[in-house]
């Protein structure tokens, strides 16, 4: 089997290159260059933990966050480390009262662990989670606002929105959805699980109450690195998922969010020390920048989209406005199966990697659920990737 050729870029990274990898969105691909900066700075933190972790982490994080900061548009003081954007959903959550009777809104899109988070905070308070159903496919971006607000009522206390959703690759439209929700005295916690490094964001213009985000994903840093913002005026009321020290122990200088966040037990920081690192390595990768990868892999997305709807001759589930760096399409009806057991993978997923070696999530979406596949594309792939995704689901 003769796979096709990577990118002239592929070295940087550490992948396989026996595998076509085309699923960088479900937990990225660190590049080499910053793999060895976390190996460096772990064998530093070993030498002398004490040393490491008391006298030298908290400015190592101050500046790893104030690079964050500045790609978000936000100050630093907005902006604490996690491990993933799922544990600053559950952050959010947990340190919000609802009270019995109150709701709580999201979308079907939303991804199942953070959905489970929103589930578990209404059983605690005695509220009611709902599911707003937006469709899929769409004609447009204003389908899922309409789809949103239908789901509003007085009750609704907040509503957790994706940026990209997971499962269906759409780029919702927050910045709208966060306006018209305030307006209607809703505050939004945002899942930008997938946004940073795929889409460009504005926390200060956008000025959601939360949102929470990963950097091990589109901003290739090491695996465990995510981040959570608050409002300022909310602050106060936001613990972490895990409580520590900060819970009763102020730090002078240090405002009440990195107080209570900066040291929640014992872990490895060096994910969240490589941050700055691996945002600076991705403005470095082209020609042009940050702006020019997210352009880049953003037209090989759309590119991929287009040659397999043609070569499957299906329909394109959403206009090319509403994708970023993913895009999710329903297979044809001859790829159709039964659902796999929940947890499982698909058997269609695992024939793709054992016969063509191809690395791509088939999900089962929807109801009634279909199979779907959705394509990602960093600066690794290639269109010829994508050729072979296609030529190998003729066959399915």
Request: proline share 9%; charged share 20%; glycine share 6%.
């Given at each position: 089997m ?7 870029w ?14 960088h969105?479900?937990f990225?691909?660190?590049p080499?260059e ?6 460096a ?13 008391v ?5 190592l ?8 900061a ?6 630093p ?7 993933n954007?799922t ?14 009777g109150?709701e ?21 308070a005695?509220a009611?989670?709902?599911?707003a ?6 004609s ?14 007085p ?12 499962p ?5 439209p ?8 305030a ?13 940073p ?5 504005d ?9 929470a ?7 290739c ?6 981040f959570?913002?608050?409002r300022?005026d ?12 900060g819970?009763n122990?102020p730090?002078?200088g240090r405002n009440?969010?990195h ?9 490895d920081?060096?994910p969240?020390?490589?941050v ?8 470095a990768?082209?020609p ?6 997210l ?6 997305a759309c ?6 709807c043609?070569?499957l001759?299906?329909?394109?589930p ?18 159709q ?6 947890g ?15 690395e791509?999530p088939v999900v089962n ?5 279909r199979r779907?596949?959705?394509?990602s594309?960093q ?16 066959t399915?």
């Amino acid at each position: 089997m003769q796979l096709p050729a990577p990118s002239a870029w592929a070295t940087r990274w550490a992948l396989d290159p026996a595998i076509v990898f085309l699923n960088h969105g479900s937990f990225g691909a660190c590049p080499r260059e910053i793999l060895d900066l976390q190996t460096a700075l772990r064998a530093r933190m070993e030498a002398e933990p004490v040393r490491f972790l008391v006298r030298e982490l908290e400015p190592l994080l101050d500046a790893s966050r104030l690079r964050l900061a500045q790609l978000l548009h936000t100050a630093p003081d907005n902006l604490v480390f996690v491990q993933n954007a799922t544990t600053g959903v559950n952050a959010v959550v947990r340190s919000l009262e609802f009270q019995p009777g109150d709701e709580i809104l999201t979308t079907d899109h939303a991804y199942n662990a953070c959905q489970c988070a929103l589930a578990e905070a209404a059983r605690r308070a005695g509220a009611r989670l709902v599911v707003a159903r937006v469709p899929f496919p769409l004609s447009n971006a204003e389908e899922v606002i309409a789809a949103v607000l239908a789901a509003v009522t007085p009750r609704t206390r907040l509503a957790m929105i994706d940026h990209v959703t997971s499962p269906t690759a759409l780029v919702f439209p927050v910045a709208q959805l966060v306006d018209v929700l305030a307006k209607l005295g809703v505050e939004t916690l945002v899942d930008g699980a997938h946004t940073p490094g795929m889409v460009p964001v504005d926390l200060d213009e956008l000025r959601p109450a939360y949102y929470a985000g990963n950097c091990h994903k589109w901003l290739c840093a090491p695996k465990g690195a995510g981040f959570l913002y608050v409002r300022p005026d909310l602050q106060e009321h936001i613990q972490p998922a895990v409580i520590s020290h900060g819970y009763n122990t102020p730090r002078p200088g240090r405002n009440v969010l990195h107080t209570r966040f900066d040291w929640v037990g014992t872990l490895d920081p060096t994910p969240w020390l490589c941050v700055g690192a691996a945002l600076d390595w991705c403005d470095a990768l082209l020609p042009g920048g940050f702006p020019a990868l997210l352009q880049h892999n953003r037209e090989l997305a759309c590119t991929a989209r287009r040659l397999l709807c043609a070569e499957l001759e299906v329909a394109p589930p959403c206009p090319e406005t509403m994708l970023g760096a993913m895009a999710t399409l329903a297979l044809p009806a001859r790829c159709q199966g039964a659902p796999p057991p929940p947890g499982a993978i698909d058997p269609l997923q695992t024939r793709l990697l054992e016969h063509y070696g191809i690395e791509v999530p088939v999900v089962n979406w929807g109801v009634p659920s279909r199979r779907h596949v959705r394509l990602s594309a960093q600066a690794y792939n290639t269109r010829a990737h994508f050729e072979w995704l296609a030529e190998a689901l003729t066959t399915c």
